[in-house]
DNA sequence: ACCGATTTGTTCGTATGTATA
DNA sequence: ATATACATACGAACAAATCGG
């Protein structure tokens, strides 16, 4: 299987036999692959062989390394596009992958400072929650909750239920169209319960989409945080 | 000299050392570096601990290492008196800088897989890289690697210190315009390089944008990655 | 909350091969 | 031919992060 005779050093050629199994799929995106021990036995060569051709399979971006954990195949990023017209669904479906909303809490609840401010409107006054998470591939990639003047859409939970999209439910209440006012985006350590809901590790960072859409008279009709694993999903800024 | 309490490992802090010198001009382009087993001496440390750091110089293309003869400082084709502190002086925002950005480094290097594809050039192909911090309130909130096709810009760093923005530089290649194709960003933990330029702890994440700017035919002129720290920095997408 | 097992990261030690001066 | 210097490889130990019970 290795030669150490034909020029080529061995960990080279340890790295062409797990490059080409990540690549034919014997190794599939995310999965884990064989410990450094492992590998040491089945290449039957030293650690520091192994990682060497590790440390190349990283630096050429095949490889993910998570300390104390292992190594994965790198799994190919989700991007999520972000223009004055998006639409988390329609950005999925246009990449061929199947996307997933479930809605996982729905309540009426007073706005605090931040959602009064997003959606003008006095604090304390009452909003829908919609708690929701994004599938794609069946990964979970996304954690959002998203804010609505309960006055503008008073039962707003059953439609939503029933259409199962943002897009949908709006255009029931005569929304039919609506853009993107502005987008803030930050990145921070999840908190644990944040994780857990991306079924992620919490040493893992999560990048956060704050936006406000507003309808075609500038009235703000959603105000919504999306938590992204930032492990899959980047974020696309393409000009309008 | 070196610490083996503070995290730093001691081929990054050897690295560090090494790059500095070579940086500052102790040791001039074409020079011959001290050997390994020099090093180790100098260093105190084992003779893998300098091939760790002199590997990663090379890798960094600061220095080129030839089997048998020694490893030389690279030859920038322009040679670079290093005056650290150069003041980008306007027209910022438009790279993702802050104000108060201090210039770091400026290379001539081979582009990678990832910035000839951005480029829309050859790999190996010869850019100019130009390393800068951004700065705020005395606070480090940014670390940015540009790069330019030397072919386009020869001799861009000189031009570069003259005029201290790349607007300017541009402009004085016919450059008028730019636009920005595209911008990713992501956002992850950072390696510990990474941290220590940004001054930010190990443990907080890093948001990244990559950025593609093209002229007004198309061609790309420039391709930056931009890391923040994750702290202070929240990125803005405003509908143009 | 703690402990032990697993896994990756770093460092030192040693040996052998190969290219160059 | 010898010495120097880089390249590769193996072995051992410990540190640091993770995960399960």
Redesign the pocket.
């Known amino acids: 299987m290795l030669s150490?005779k034909n020029g080529m050093?061995?960990?080279?050629q340890i790295y062409l036999k797990i490059e080409a199994d990540v690549t034919s799929g014997v190794f599939e995106p995310g999965q884990k692959?064989p410990?450094?021990?492992?590998f040491t036995n089945l290449f039957?060569?030293?650690?520091?062989?192994i990682?060497?051709a590790?440390g190349a399979l990283t630096d050429d971006g095949l490889v993910r390394?998570?300390?104390?954990?292992?190594?994965f195949v790198r799994e190919p990023v989700i991007n999520y596009p972000v223009s004055s017209r998006t639409r988390f669904s329609e950005n999925l479906t246009r990449q061929h992958r199947a996307p997933g909303n479930v809605l996982l809490m729905a309540v009426d609840t007073e706005a605090d400072v931040a959602v009064a401010e997003a959606l003008d409107i006095k604090e304390g006054e009452i909003v829908t929650r919609i708690t929701s998470a994004g599938e794609a591939d069946g990964r979970r990639v996304s954690y959002s909750n998203s804010f609505f003047p309960r006055t503008l859409f008073p039962g707003i939970v059953r439609i939503f239920r029933e259409f199962g999209s943002v897009t949908r439910t709006l255009s029931h209440f005569g929304v039919d169209d609506y853009s993107r006012k502005r987008t803030r985006i930050i990145s921070r350590m999840p908190t644990k319960e944040e994780a857990g809901e991306l079924h992620q590790?919490k040493?893992r960072p999560v990048l956060i989409t704050e936006s406000i859409n507003v309808d075609e008279t500038g009235t703000p009709v959603e105000f919504g945080i999306c938590l992204f694993a930032s492990d899959w999903v980047q974020i696309l800024v393409e000009p309008s």
């Open positions: 150490r050093p061995l960990w080279r692959l410990s450094e021990s492992e039957s060569v030293n650690r520091h062989t990682r060497r590790m390394v998570e300390r104390g954990r292992g190594a590790p040493s």
